[in-house]
Structures are given as C-alpha cells and as structure tokens.
C-alpha cells in the first residue's frame, strides 16, 4: 500500500490435491501469486497418504525454498502459507503452516486471520498439558481441531469451531486429504478450483491463474469442503448464519487486483473507488498522482472521472521493504526516500491530486507530501479512497493500536495539515459501498466504524500490543 508500515494483511493459504502432480511445486508458485498477503515466512507441508513432511523458513517465498527443498517434499497433497504477524511475533518458530502430532495422528495448517479468544484457548490447552512451542493462533486452532472429538475430520473441525471466535480460513492437510475451512462470518477470502485432475485451494484467485487452475466458487462462510480420493465434499455451515462480514479491505487494498471476491475484479471496484473520490472531493489540479502500487486502480478512476490527467510521478522500489537488514541512521533518515523516487520533469509546477488508500498513522505521509514538493510540485492534495480509519482490528490485520491512529484523534481537516497537503478528503462510508456494490450488512467494516461482527473483549482492547512492540519484546 501507499503508506509504510500500514495495515498488513496477515497470511495468504494455499492447497492442492493432484495425484501425479508435483504439488510442492504448484503450491510455491502459488504462495508466489500470494506474497503480497505476507513477506516474514513462508512454508509447505505435503503428504504422501502415509506421511506428512514439512519445510519452512523465515523471509520470501523466493528465499525459503530452494530446488533440494521442493524434492524433499514427496506426495500427492500439500498445504502452503505464506505470513505476516499479528498475533505472535515474526520469529522463525511462528512460521507456518503448522504440523502437530498427537499418538498416530497428525494434521499441518494454514490460519488467515486472528482468534479474539485466542489467548484463553491458549492457556485451556496449556493447562490441559499440550506442548506449545509458538505464539499463534495458528498452533492453538490446529491442536483445538485434533482434540477435539467426533466419528470424522469434519465433525472433530466443527466441534472446534464451536469453540474459536474470530477470523480464519484454513487449509487442512491430513494424511488422506486436503480441507478447507472458512469461519462463519467469512472474514477472511476462501476460493476452491479446479486443476486438470486436482483440486485447489487458495486465499485468492489470482493464485489459481498463476498455476491454471479454473476457478470453480468461493468457500462459503461456516462451509468445510473435504477433498480426497473419492472427490469433492462439501458440508455447509448447519447453523448457517445470514450475517456475513467479509473485511471491507480485501476491497479496499488487500487482495490484489486482479482478484476477484464475491464476484467483483477487485481492479474495477478500486477504479470505481476512485470516481467517487473525485465526486466527493474534487479538485481543481492538472495531474492525478497514485502512491503506487495499490492506489493506481483508484486514481485511474479519479481521472477518467474528473477527466485530469493519470501520471505516474512517484517510483517504488519494490525491494526495500523485503529485507530484514536494517538501514544505517543515515539512510533510516531518508525515510520514504528508501521507498520511493520521484520525478521532477513530470511534478514540475504542476498542481497534484496525490491519491493513497488509507493514512494509518500519518508518520510516513508528511514526508511523501514535502518529496512530490521538492521536486516540483506546486500544490498536493491528498485524497484517500478508503474512510479514516479510526479504531483496530482484531480479526487478522495489523492496524496499530488506537492511540497510533492518527483519525483517531484528529479531524479530517487537522490531518491534512499535520501532513502538510493543501487540501485533503476521504471516501465516505456510503461512497465506499456504492462502488463495491453490495449490502454493506455483508462486511466488516470495524475498523472505520467501531463495529466489531465478534465479540472483542475488554482487556484486549486495553491491552493489546502493537506489532512493533511485540518484535522489540522479541528481539530483547
């Protein structure tokens, strides 16, 4: 996104079921298609139908494998994750997916997303003596579904999912088959498809066309789907609930744009973001500049509307922020200069419409606004095409502490001044659906709101660590 160190999507999942395919590989080419969801680790663990053999490893997903790697993950089935941290620090223990073993049996997952009950689930399993070795949700859900009783894998998930509350899609590998699983309220994306004699799951379908997989539906929220030898099944949610809460920021930024979620290419919701933007907020300017990459849809939208011309005047290294060497002091003081470049042949004298997707903390968009400056740029207005985001997230995103939200504390009016713009204007809730074009009843929309679609409870709301406070606790 435009914004460094804003919100951060926490994992992407993927899985294949493919006798006769090399599934190692088709699931690192698809946590390729999904490394947008997650840069600190990546892992496969595959299954042969008597054994399940893993590999994992902290950094991209480029780094993590090598081809001695992939060969050593034999079978027929096999699961994917690549992570950001929310819950659990960016250690190489935290990396997924997870394998736990209890006597003969043993199941590896993929978790997207966040349980608010989490912790208690954590201490109940300590308590009961399960051997914990990391900080995730993930680890807890895994050993929660292979504990808990029932006559086959989908009764055991179920039961445990009577007991998790929060956001997860999950890909399940046991020794005969690959699982699917979407919390009730379908938070998180899910999507099943179809591979020449395979089945495939992924967070996204963009990582279906990676490997040429046909997609074939979403996961339903509450759905468990089994895929194995006999095939495909699917046992809906009994208790399905019509209350849906898809996060309004898949729309918003994180899928990538060529995915499509409920039926929408995502390309096309931004661009249309973007047209409301500028019906909302206007400006009287000559050139409509994306913070690239995730605004460019929304501000070839805000062109085409208001007919100003689309100009790319900010270049992204796009390498800068995947490496886990720090830069000197020197260096750190460029701040969004290690980021981005700007050129001043096309900013020059040119008032600029400056379009971003969110202003999270506000830290980093002062000094982007004083850069299209330096280098030409006669006015800067910033227009975001998201509404303010004002409170955070529970359910697998990033989104800093409230005291860390800068529309937390601050008018619209007084962020554009404490980030230096000549004028500012956000998306307004209602312009916001208007341009994804469904209920807003069907999303999750907390963190502009203040409406969580769970339960979040109190001492979790005071006392929850931000990300940069749990690696510093990590790393002391």
């Known amino acids: ?20 395919e090399d599934v190692a590989r088709l699931t690192f080419f698809g946590l390729y298609a999904l490394q947008h969801r997650g840069q600190e680790s ?52 935290n990396a997924g997916p997870f394998l736990v073993r209890q006597g003969d049996e043993a199941i590896a997952v993929s978790h997207n ?24 949700d993930t680890e807890v859900l895994a050993w929660m579904i292979l504990r808990s009783p029932g006559r086959d894998w989908v009764e055991r998930i179920r039961s445990a999912m009577s007991r998790m509350v929060g956001a997860y899609s999950l890909a399940i590998l046991t020794r005969e088959s690959l699982i699917a699983v979407r919390d009730p309220l379908g938070i998180r994306p899910l999507c099943l498809g179809r591979l020449d004699g395979g089945w495939v799951i992924a967070s996204e379908t963009c990582a279906l066309a990676t490997i040429g997989a046909e997609f074939v539906r979403e996961i339903e929220p509450g759905e468990i789907v089994v895929i194995d030898e006999r095939g495909v099944s699917a046992h809906p949610d009994p208790a399905m609930q019509a209350e849906q809460a898809m996060c309004v920021f898949e729309f918003i930024y994180f899928a990538r744009p060529d995915s499509a979620i409920m039926g929408q290419r995502l390309h096309v919701v931004r661009q249309r973001m973007g047209a409301e933007l500028w019906r909302e907020h206007p400006a009287d300017a000559d050139l409509v500049v994306p913070l690239p990459d995730s605004a460019v849809p929304a501000a070839i939208g805000y062109s085409l509307a208001s007919g100003i011309p689309y100009a790319e005047a900010l270049i992204k290294n796009r390498y800068i922020g995947r490496t886990f ?35 999270v903390r506000g830290t980093t968009s002062r000094p982007i606004v004083e850069l299209l400056r330096q280098n030409g740029a006669r006015e800067v207005h910033m227009r975001v095409h998201s509404p303010p985001i004002r ?37 307004s809730l209602d312009g916001l659906f208007r341009a994804i074009g469904l209920p807003r009843e069907r999303f999750c929309a907390a963190c502009l709101t203040g409406r969580y679609p769970v339960p979040v409870p109190p001492e979790r709301l005071l006392r929850r660590r931000s990300r940069t406070q749990e690696l510093a606790g990590a790393r002391s």
């Open 325 to 359: 060497i720090q830069p000197d002091q020197r260096l750190r003081e460029q701040g969004v200069k290690l980021k981005f470049n700007a050129l001043p042949e096309v900013l020059e004298g040119k008032r600029v419409v400056l379009i971003d997707d969110t202003i």
């Open 391 to 427: 409170w955070p997230c529970y359910l697998g995103v990033d989104m800093a502490t409230r005291d860390e939200l800068i529309a937390a504390h601050l008018s619209v009016e007084e962020i554009g001044r404490a980030i230096g713009a000549d004028s500012i204007g956000y998306l």
């Open 113 to 136: 997303g966040n349980l608010v009950n989490g912790e208690e689930l954590r201490q109940e399993l300590l308590a009961a003596g399960v051997p914990l070795e990391s900080t995730t």
């Open 42 to 93: 990546a892992g496969i663990a595959t299954s042969d139908g008597r054994s399940l053999s893993i590999h994992r490893r902290m950094g991209l997903v480029s780094s993590a494998f090598t081809e001695d790697d992939l060969q050593r993950l034999p079978g027929h089935i096999a699961i994917g994750h690549t992570r950001y941290s929310t819950t659990g620090s960016s250690v190489p223990v």
């Open 1 to 20: 996104m435009g914004e460094i160190g804003g919100p951060r999507e926490a994992c992407g999942v993927f899985g294949v079921f493919a006798p006769g």
